[in-house]
């Protein structure tokens, strides 16, 4: 997935908000691309592209920031007023699965 596709997705699923702007989500985007560093070295800048594990991650820390908007990357804030699960969960069933196009993934099971 390209950072557009995630902006697009992002954009789609009402996933900014006031308290976390797109600049956030972006900000997530890029921590989810960086390639793990080895202990004590800086993380090098990925490829501009999510794969599966590094998509699930920035949903997974999207979740847990958005809910949380006082948190930073840094570590600026230690009270998680929403944690996960819960946040994510919320987040899927308010806006990932809710706001889905009926052409994207995972394809709605209809009877």
Partial sequence: MQQTELTDLALDCSLSTDKFPMSRVIELFER??????????????GDGALELFEFLEAVVMLALFRANPSMTLAGGATKVDVPLPDCLVTMLKENLLLNRSATSWPPSRRS
């Fill in 32 to 45: 989810a691309d960086m390639a793990d560093a080895k202990p004590g070295e800086a993380p090098k800048p």
